[in-house]
């Protein structure tokens, strides 16, 4: 009795653990192959159709390409790519003296020292991560967030060119054109960190190299991630997911962080210059009239709030304004278009003015320190209505050291020394945040106390 019972259980044991097993090792395949053979699903509905219908169609004669599937949206007319003779602009490197002996040799050890520091990380990598997406510093193991297609790997093609290992880019761009977008390790797709580390790793690696795989590899991405703009009102689907895009109509999001939805720009209009081809420049064109049409109806005159609807369009209606997290990008980009169209477009340098005309005015403050230090930090500022003066947050982010850079090109560009000088002290800002701390590493967050008056600022130990 007492074996048959033991039996009994050791049986049900075993079948628990044979249905564990499985259930992982199903969940893992799925995970894996969240797309699986993404062309074997071509839909034929068109908008008039209801958006369930599809058709099963097996694609001939070689893989699955993503121009192939039809466009329910058709675009009747593009926007021109601008063709115009650029403009002079402004330089905007500082005229340096000529490098004394001593400082070239520091400047060279150094550069030798993160020239090392990349290659024992890419080295790791190669090690226990290849072709995947991240390696797990501490594990040693790897990890697929980005779709499954080598996001780390093709995010450094340039660093490799710049860095001078000739040898480990060939062996890695060789690598790069094995990716394969019929297939994924994630239903869905991030298109903003998608645009920024695949299509534009493959862009950087064309434009140091002029190696045409990487373009024709572009080109691959660009075509994938322009099913995402296949929107009644042509505007993206920043969290896009490429399998029930295939099966089903699909429309923006109503709830979109402004920084995916306008940080895709340069990218875009990078591949329609290389290629010729204007319906990339077309998608994030219309994007970018959005924004400068809803400029000055938000309720921080000048920025965009972190949230914005895309389905409507309506890019007003959110209260938190930051050039931090979920914003960054959107605003960097501005100085960056102007200069990548040879500032033939003035849209880009109106929208930096305005924007930062915003920011300068509610966002940045100068913060109480014990030496009285002329620094700005970026905060965040909430707006409830238009009329009403924002509340300043005066929460920094590690993020936003960006900002400095921004401000300063900006102010290179558009010929404006006090951006410059805006630029210099979010710069010095961030240095001190690195001093301030015991062991001289800035917090990713932090809150300061913000002076009472930019130029009266004395340190008060009981505030």
């Known amino acids: 009795m007492f074996s048959m019972r033991r039996y009994t259980i050791y049986l049900a044991l075993a079948a628990c653990m044979l249905f564990t097993l499985n259930y992982f090792r199903t ?8 797309i699986p053979r993404i062309g074997s699903i071509i839909p034929t509905s068109g908008p008039e159709d209801d958006g369930k219908s599809s058709v099963e169609v097996v694609v001939p004669n070689g893989p699955f390409r993503w121009k192939d599937v039809p466009t329910r949206y058709p675009v009747t007319s593009f926007a021109a790519i601008p063709t115009a003779p650029p403009q002079k602009l402004p330089k905007v490197q500082f005229d340096f003296p000529i490098e004394e002996t001593q400082a070239a040799a520091t400047r060279k050890v150094r550069q030798a020292a993160v020239r090392a520091v990349f290659d024992k990380c890419w080295n790791a990598y190669r090690k226990h991560a290849w072709m995947n997406d991240e390696l797990g510093p501490l594990s040693g193991g790897q990890k697929n967030g980005f779709g499954g297609w080598g996001a780390n790997l093709v995010d450094n093609l340039d660093n490799l060119w710049i860095m001078g290992f000739k040898d480990q880019f060939e062996d890695a761009v060789k690598v790069a054109m094995e990716i394969d977008l019929s297939t994924a390790t994630v239903d869905t797709i991030n298109v903003f960190e998608t645009t920024i580390r695949h299509l534009g790793g493959f862009l950087a690696c064309y ?60 990218e875009f209009t990078r591949l329609s210059l290389l290629t010729g081809d204007p319906k990339y420049y077309d998608a994030v064109d219309r994007i970018t009239k959005e924004f400068a049409k809803q400029q000055t109806k938000t309720k921080l005159k000048g920025m965009w709030p972190v949230v914005v609807d895309a389905r409507k369009p309506d890019f007003t209606q959110d209260s938190l304004f930051t050039l931090g997290a979920m914003s960054d990008s959107l605003y960097e980009y501005f100085p960056k278009m102007h200069a990548l169209l040879g500032g033939i477009d003035p849209i880009y340098e109106r929208m930096y003015n305005l924007s930062m005309a915003g920011a300068a005015s509610h966002n940045l403050f100068r913060p109480m320190t014990p030496k009285n230090d002329n620094i700005l930090v970026a905060g965040k500022s909430r707006s409830h209505h238009i009329d009403d003066p924002p509340d300043l947050e005066p929460e920094g982010q590690h993020l936003v050291c960006f900002a400095g850079g921004m401000f300063a090109l900006g102010g290179k560009l558009f010929s404006n020394p006090a951006h410059v000088f805006i630029g210099r002290q979010l710069t010095d800002g961030c240095i001190w945040a690195y001093r301030a701390m015991p062991l001289g590493i800035m917090p990713e967050v932090f809150t300061m106390l913000p ?9 008060d130990e009981k505030l």
């Open 451 to 459: 002076c009472p008056k930019p130029d009266a600022c004395d340190w």
């Open 207 to 266: 434009d140091l190299s002029e190696d045409k795989r990487c373009l024709t590899k572009a080109v691959e991405f660009g075509e994938m991630l322009y099913k995402a703009f296949d929107t009644p009102n042509r505007m993206p689907i920043t969290r896009w997911k490429p399998q029930l895009s295939m099966q089903a109509q699909q429309v923006a999001d109503e709830t979109v962080l402004v920084a995916e939805i306008g940080s895709l720009t340069m």
């Open 27 to 34: 969940e893992i395949k799925v995970a894996s192959t969240a």
